[in-house]
């Protein structure tokens, strides 16, 4: 394949880095780094073949500048999350803490464990809670979900979209003995969140969402 015009070189070149720079914003679907890739390679090629030329470098640089600046806006920002509110299992109301499930679907997260979280979308203003990002072994989950239990919030958000801001690791994911241990551990986990959280200003970039934070439980039996 022989490429003639010098235009279409570089914006093969254009083409094939916003390729790259999507699947490094938004990872997880991989075509458009291979088609991206691809394009750049067939674009060089097209350029060692016909020489530069001015137009042809300023548009490459501009291309450059915005690769790195989106790359740069992913890697600096706070990590989330977000989707559509689906019903769970229901054992987090059970226990007394509700959760808000978001399914990852073909989504792979570069993170996993407990979080502190701040949550868009819930209410008016972001709210602060913690969050659960795993399989959840302990009741022998097998799907990667996002399970977000919000701070003194009353309200229905099934079907809801949000947007689960990830503000501090509190621990891995971790297998218990009983959904007593569970509950007392998941307490530890809200008092540190909220602690975490009381420090962020309000309204400074998205707010949190907690998870199934659960208080007394009577020896409830961890499904087999």
Do not use: W
Request: cysteine-free; proline content about 7%; overall charge negative.
């Amino acid at each position: 394949m022989e490429i003639s015009d010098p235009t279409l070189a570089y914006l093969l070149v254009i083409l094939g880095l916003t390729g790259i720079g999507i699947e490094a914003v938004t990872p997880g679907g991989f075509i458009p780094a291979i088609l991206g890739i691809i394009a750049v390679i067939f674009g060089v090629i097209g350029m060692v073949d016909i020489g530069p030329t001015a137009i042809g470098l300023g548009l490459l640089l501009l291309a450059v500048a915005f690769f790195i600046a989106a790359v740069a806006f992913h890697l600096y920002r706070p990590f989330s999350i977000g989707g559509h509110v689906v019903r769970g299992q229901q054992l987090g109301r059970k226990l007394g803490y509700p959760t808000a499930n978001i399914r990852l679907g073909r989504r792979t997260s570069p993170v996993g464990g407990i979080f502190a979280v701040q949550v868009h979308g819930a209410a008016a203003e972001a709210l602060p809670g913690v969050a659960s990002l795993g399989v959840r072994p302990t009741v022998n989950g097998t799907e990667p979900l996002l399970e977000a239990h919000l701070f003194d919030f009353d309200g229905d958000l099934y079907g809801r979209r949000l947007e689960v801001e990830f503000v501090q690791k509190l621990r891995d994911e971790a297998k218990f003995d009983d959904l007593d241990a569970m509950v007392r551990q998941i307490d530890r986990d809200a008092d540190e969140a909220r602690a975490i959280l009381a420090d962020r200003r309000p309204g400074a970039g998205q707010d949190p969402v907690p998870l199934p934070a659960i208080e007394e439980v009577r020896s409830l039996p961890v499904p087999g």
